[in-house]
């Protein structure tokens, strides 16, 4: 009996050592990549941030020092409409998808949530410059519609997701109760999905905070100081990130740096919070 | 426990507010779903419609030109849709086989704990703004590729036209490089859940056999998920070519064709981007929503086929036959 | 004159077997007349006629595909739930029409429960899930009183009265069973529908499931689809057997015999029943 | 813990098997007495009274084949179900012999007996009464010993019988007495083979605690 | 279709029964020869060999107590088990009282018998040969309509038997003849007991066809 | 002297009951000794001895959680895959350590094969469900061959010969079970595990791979983990029970008997054995 194989069983192994060690070497490169973008982000941009400088109004051009209060306020604004519209619409088209909807209707209104999705927001800001901003100034709404039209779908997504893991057997639990359809679904099954809507939330609201293009044509014309009106263009960080990316003054680099890192900052934690919270909901769920 | 049912109640009565409840839940939610069809649908009308000026003017011919010149007044796509489409290639050949190698770290080899941690790396590298990653490859990746990477193509395959030409900070090298660094984490999120989503039994299955792990991955799990790969890495390619900021940043801009990757560039994205201030004429903003449209239409495309190739895949997994 | 011993007139010997169901004392609870049933143009079961007896445990057999789970969600209306779901002919449910015009499903189901082959507690505590549809019911009144006699009724009280506010998932999978059993009964229904109730779960759970049903049997008509054999000569009073049968409808369930329990298992009276019980098959 | 449905029909099956018992000593004590004082009337009551013992034995039959095709008995309880079913048949059979005692006093009812064979008669019933009682408190009790113990009581029975038919030869001159000599000589066989069954079911009682079968005599051999 | 291995099982059970009764037959056939002979070796022979019925009857008990705990037969294939499991207990019985005459034929080899008498246990024997036959073949064939004939021939032997009765009462009187006489009795009765066993197969039979079980005629009423 | 019948002596008697393996004339497969097995700290089977023999079908039941899978993953070393797996022990396969240095996973199981509970059928065509290990394993001559004799052995050729193009996934539940048998099988090992392979098949399904296991018997080892008792006494030659017992360890699964499987349903020698067979517990 001889349990030790062959000399081709050699060579199998051998094949097998070589797939492995190459997965795991693309799996290092793509952490290394990461570190190395967050480290050099990190290592320039941490010296210029400081209390003022995330308190104090825009520098005047061409002037040294002040901050980014109003990128902060005015990303803020923007992204809370933007969540305050997408966020009930997307759990609605999510229950009709996954509730209610016909197989056909269900399909194609499941196409046109993928297509917004793979949507390229420089379009989502073409769109909302033709809608709202040719012939006006540019305004907050705009930019506001724009980052909605970003967070629909993958909040609608989001909730599919955990309305799908809310098993069809305690549906029919609570229909074979003699529950009605809207208290099954107010009382069943969105409680139990209510964790993963708010977690896909967040991911949506850290994407939508980092998105430039669709801010672009609606709402990078703007003053140096807070703005609350969303009638008016909102300072907001990405923007101001991507001007002074294209600047060349080194201060300016320095400054998006800055600016950058909390942007990054504020991404890396919430995403990877929510992502973590995900992945344990997504397990209990099973 | 009740007696003999009382027949008239099974017919309703004080299920008034039941029936009420179904009806508005589902007119609400419809009317949502409604909202994404016609969502869709007015995007592309208000995109063609600010077209329209750039459609009457130039015609189909718009595609193949190749100018851009708001002094006199004509414009075209060509340059913009060979940066697309070299760009994105570039980062569909570096993004690939790497995202499928991540995958299948995450999904099969590695250890339970690492899985957890090294997967929220690789989709945190996904989570940064592009706008981010942009400024660090025009003041970081550019002039380390222009330094240490691009000579050393240039030197080793130079006589190849596409790596002639003087290594350059910025360009479409660079815009591809970067965008391989969007689009892997896109591609290998998906391909792991795809893995992931291959049943433990089939694998088991496999190794009972007595098959290798790698030879379990190839023939069970890499052979059973290979049209959603593809439908993964056409995902990506919608990525690739839809972004704006990121590439308008390391791109260089430049409105031609130039057989050197090494040289600045342009995409569709990146030239809308570019122009968000500097647009004069109305001829010239109608032709920046050519662009967009053609942009669109290719974006619907890729999306279009990415779900007929899972459509196909979802059936042939469940062997519908 | 004869001593010693005398013959008395015998007192009628008490069966030692299990006591028949006669079914003539028992009130009908169901009549189901020319019942088909189908998905779309695909007929699942055809000309099924079949009355269902009150506090009897009747249990459905078949082979797989045979339409045992169409005809029981019919019998509470679940099947409305499938939208490509189509029926012909009657149910009555004490006389009334169950499809009949103005009949709420959602009624038929509160009186007519069910349980799942796959146990489906609510993601809720203990208490939650019992408590959960007396109150979309209204049936606010003591719900503790109503959530603890459920549970002893249906054998669980004494192993979760102290974890009441622990969640519904921790319990074991028989566990979970007896827990939508006593989800079920919260409501006081009438009907107890179980499709395959305990073919997920071990011998020991299934013989706890099977005792519960012989308990349950004094307040509730009980119908049991079952893939076990056995577990239908075990517990079920009466068995309704249905077989695959084909024509140019395509293949699709009938009822082949129904009859008590010891009658099936012992002789049947149709040849088909008889290939199956023994197992010898097609 | 509850009893299952199964083992309180296994239970009532087993009762009904000792109410059986009781009633076939009911009819052997009734032949007996029927006999002694040669009373056609209560052989008439005895012979009209092993219906009920076949009804009764007819339910426990049909008990078992319910029980089998039911319930699937194994180990313990298939041996029990099968003890059951085997001493069923042989209570039936006791009291079957019963009747034919029974029978057999109708067709001499007119023949003074002769009293010291009547009284050996009277003795060897009493055996084999003693012998079901025995055989019936070992199934109950599960007792090893009790059941095994038949055996000696069977020996008295069947040297009673030898000595019997010795007897019988002597006086069988006598013709007065031929026929009813010769008819109880056939009595005497008979709660003989009362004595073998008993010991067959402290056989059943046997095999259902050894879970295996053995002969405590072999039966060929025997009387 | 294949046959299962629990069918194949069921055969060979119904197999080695019909086996046990040719091994009854050859048994009686033995013992009638013995006694018409009185060949006491033969006698000795036949009650030798019914250590090989016993063993086939325990053999077949097993079997189905096998059967029983592992198949868990239900329906026709549970009646076939049972009526296996009754007819085995039968045909035991009757290779016993083949020993019981062969051990009779021993006890009186020295006596020279009454030619008539032994010519009338002769037709006896035939009969019950020729209802044992009837009874395994209604079995085989599951022939119903064989198996109720077996009341009707039971009846002839019923009747020899009483008719021996009324015969040996007439020449027990003569002294070298009496033990004789007495030990025949017994065998006419055995004789006529071999019958009623037939029909009892022959009524496990109609049970295992019909599902239902009744006695042909009530035994405590017969002979 | 006899004349008319004389009394041969007897042929002896042909057994009429399921033929008895007789172990001792079955060489000995699997050799396990003192075998404890566990995930992280916690202990699923311990103090486990036992010897499997060769074309013999051994069942092992026991209550759920009693390491009845750990076990059977044990045999091929499929438990490897878990990383928190644990054991203690030897298991010797012909003699050889199964653990031992050198041994190498791959290859035991390839000799040794194992069917689950659910069935597996890789997403290809019928015909490179079978044929996909040999290629694997370069066992690449006569492939049709192979592959024809696997199906036939597994009693599946007849009704996939005109469609081995075909996805195997569009065959039904039993037949599927069967072609993870014909899959396992065309590799050609020394021993098949089951572990549960009919507890999601219906009656008919079962009893085919119930059919199919008795003619396997001829050329294979088999091993079977059955919730389903009858399942057991119906296949099995002999019986492993397993039960839970529990100390300081925690609870872990024991071997409680080993027997011929008419000897464990009959006349088991543990009490806890028979409490079990007979559905007593606890
Ligand atoms: N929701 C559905 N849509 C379409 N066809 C269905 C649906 N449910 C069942 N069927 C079909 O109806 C027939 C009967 O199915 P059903 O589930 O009632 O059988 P069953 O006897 O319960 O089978 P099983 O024993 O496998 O549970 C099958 O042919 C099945 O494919
Ligand atoms: N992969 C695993 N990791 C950790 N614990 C495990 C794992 N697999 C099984 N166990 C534990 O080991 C014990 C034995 O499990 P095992 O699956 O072997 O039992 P089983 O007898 O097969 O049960 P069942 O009848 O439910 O299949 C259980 O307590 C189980 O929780
Ligand atoms: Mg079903
Ligand atoms: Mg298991
Ligand atoms: O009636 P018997 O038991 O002696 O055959």
Same mark, same amino acid.
């Given at each position: ?52 400088? *995330? ?181 907001? *960080? ?49 | ?321 | ?282 | ?223």
């Amino acid at each position: 009996m001889n349990l030790q194989g062959d000399r081709r069983l050699r060579r199998r192994r051998i094949v097998n050592r070589l797939a492995e060690g190459s997965a795991t070497v693309a799996a290092l490169l793509a952490v290394l990549v990461l570190g190395i973008v967050v480290w050099s982000i990190a290592k320039r941009g941490a010296g210029e941030l400081s209390w003022g400088f *995330l308190t104090k109004d825009l520098p005047l051009f061409g002037q040294p020092g002040g901050g980014i209060a109003p990128l902060l306020v005015g990303s803020a604004l923007l992204v809370g409409i933007a969540t305050a519209i997408a966020l009930p619409v997307a759990v609605l088209i999510a229950v009709f998808l996954e509730e209610f909807a016909s197989p056909r209707v269900g399909a194609a209104i499941q196409l046109c949530v993928d297509l917004l999705n793979g949507l390229p927001s420089i379009i989502i800001g073409v769109f909302v410059f033709g809608l709202l901003v040719y012939g006006h100034p540019q305004n907050g709404w705009a930019g506001s519609v724009g980052l909605s039209i970003v967070m629909l779908p993958l909040v609608t997504r989001a909730t599919q997701e955990v309305l799908r893991l809310v098993p069809t057997s305690q549906r029919e639990g609570a229909l074979a109760l003699g529950a009605s359809r809207w208290r099954t679904v107010l009382g069943i099954t969105l409680p139990s999905a209510a964790g993963g809507i708010l977690t896909g939330t967040v991911l949506a609201v850290a994407r939508a905070v980092g998105e430039t293009a669709p801010l672009l044509f609606a709402t990078s014309i703007f003053g140096r100081t807070i703005e609350w009106n969303p009638g008016h263009a909102l300072p907001n *960080l990405p923007v101001q990130i991507f001007i002074w990316s294209e600047s060349d003054l080194p201060e300016d680099h320095a400054r998006a740096w800055a600016s950058a890192l909390v942007l990054l900052i504020f991404v890396l934690v919430t995403s990877l919070t929510a992502r973590l919270v995900l992945a344990r909901t997504r397990r209990r769920m099973g | 426990m009740s007696a003999v049912p009382m027949t008239q109640e099974l017919r309703g009565g004080r299920r008034l507010r039941d029936r009420f409840g179904d009806r508005l839940l589902l007119i609400v939610t419809s009317a949502a779903g409604l909202g994404a069809v016609v969502l869709i649908g007015f995007i592309a009308y208000k995109v063609i419609r600010g077209a329209h000026l750039a459609l009457s003017t130039f015609g189909l011919p718009f595609v193949w030109h190749t100018a851009w010149d708001t002094n006199k007044n004509v414009f075209g796509a060509a340059p913009g849709l060979y940066g697309t489409a070299v760009t994105s290639l570039i980062a569909l050949l570096i993004a690939t086989p790497l995202a499928l190698g991540i995958a299948l770290f995450l999904s099969e080899l590695a250890p339970r704990s690492l899985r957890l941690v090294v997967g929220s790396l690789v989709e945190t590298l996904a989570a940064i703004p592009s706008v981010v990653l942009g400024l660090w490859g025009i003041l970081v990746l550019g002039p380390f590729l222009a330094d240490h990477v691009e000579p050393w193509l240039h030197n080793s395959f130079g006589f190849l036209p596409i790596f002639s030409g003087t290594p350059q900070s910025s360009g479409i090298f660079v815009a591809g490089v970067i965008l391989a660094i969007m689009v892997v984490p896109i591609v290998a999120s998906v391909c792991r859940e795809l893995f992931l989503s291959v049943p433990p039994e089939l694998e088991e299955g496999a190794l009972a056999l007595g098959a290798t792990r790698w030879e379990m991955v190839r023939g069970v799990v890499l052979s059973s998920s290979r049209p959603g790969i593809g439908a993964a890495v056409i995902l990506g390619l919608g990525r690739a070519l839809g972004e704006a900021i990121a590439v308008t940043q390391v791109i260089g801009a430049g409105w031609f064709i130039r057989s050197s990757l090494f040289a600045p560039g342009d995409t569709l994205a990146s030239r809308i981007a570019g122009q968000y201030q500097g647009a004069v004429s109305k001829l010239q903003i109608a032709s920046l929503f050519y662009l967009a449209a053609i942009l669109l239409v290719i974006g619907l495309l890729t999306n279009l086929l990415a779900q007929i190739v899972v459509k196909r895949f979802a059936f042939q997994r469940t062997g519908g036959s | 004159m004869s001593q010693g011993v005398t013959m008395p007139p015998m007192r009628p010997v008490d069966v030692a077997v299990r006591q028949e169901t006669e079914s003539q004392t028992h009130e009908t609870v169901f009549d189901i007349q020319g019942l088909q049933a189908g998905y779309g143009s695909n007929v699942a079961i055809k000309g099924v006629d079949l009355e269902i007896y009150r506090n009897v445990i009747t249990a459905v057999i078949g082979p797989s595909g045979c339409g045992k789970s169409t005809f029981i969600r019919c019998l509470n209306r679940m099947n409305d739930e499938v939208p490509s779901f189509r029926h012909e002919g009657t149910i009555l449910y004490h006389g009334v029409d169950l499809y009949g015009d103005g009949v709420e499903p959602v009624e038929v189901r509160r009186r007519i429960g069910m349980v799942f082959q796959k146990a489906n507690p609510f993601p809720k505590t203990i208490y939650d899930n019992v408590a959960w549809a007396p109150r979309v019911l209204g049936l606010k009144k003591d719900l503790d009183e109503r959530v603890e006699k459920a549970l002893q009724s249906a054998a669980l009280w004494d192993e979760v009265k102290d974890r009441l506010k622990r969640s519904a998932l921790s319990l074991s999978g028989g566990q979970q069973q007896r827990l939508c059993i006593a989800r079920a009964i919260a409501i006081e229904p009438e009907v107890l529908l179980l499709d395959e109730p305990a073919s997920a779960l071990d011998p020991i759970a299934t013989q706890r499931i099977e005792e519960l049903m012989q308990s349950l049997k004094q307040d509730y008509t009980i119908v049991i689809v079952t893939h076990n054999m056995q577990q239908a000569a075990r517990v079920a009073d009466r068995t309704a057997f249905f077989s695959i049968d084909s024509d140019e409808d395509g293949r699709y369930g009938v009822l082949v015999e129904y009859d008590e329990t010891p009658k099936i298992f012992t002789a049947p009276s149709d040849r088909r029943t008889e290939d199956y019980v023994t197992g010898r098959f097609g | 813990m509850l009893r299952s449905p199964f083992q309180e029909e296994l239970d009532q099956l087993e009762a009904s098997l000792q109410e059986e018992g009781a009633l076939v000593l009911r009819v052997l004590r009734g032949a007996l007495n029927a006999l002694a004082q040669r009373d056609v009337e209560l052989a008439d009551d005895v012979i009209a009274f092993d219906d009920d013992v076949d009804r009764r034995y007819l339910q426990i039959e049909q008990g078992i084949e319910h029980l089998l095709a039911l319930q699937t008995p194994v180990a313990i309880d298939l041996r029990l179900v099968l003890a059951i079913l085997h001493t069923n048949l042989h209570l039936e059979r006791m009291a079957d012999y019963g009747v034919t005692v029974a029978k057999l006093t109708k067709l001499v009812a007119d023949v003074e007996p002769d009293p010291l064979l009547l009284q050996s008669l009277e003795e060897m019933g009493e055996r084999a009464e003693e012998m079901i009682r025995v055989a019936l408190d070992a199934f109950a009790n599960r007792d090893l010993e009790a059941a095994e113990s038949l055996v000696e009581l069977d020996e008295l029975i069947d040297r009673s019988n030898r000595r019997f038919v010795d007897r019988v030869v002597e006086i069988v001159g006598e013709p007065g007495m031929r026929e009813w000599a010769l008819r109880m000589v056939v009595v005497s066989r008979t709660l003989e083979r009362i004595g073998d069954h008993a010991v067959d079911i402290g056989e059943q009682v046997a095999y259902l605690l050894t879970a295996e079968f053995r002969e405590f005599t072999d039966a060929s051999h025997r009387g």
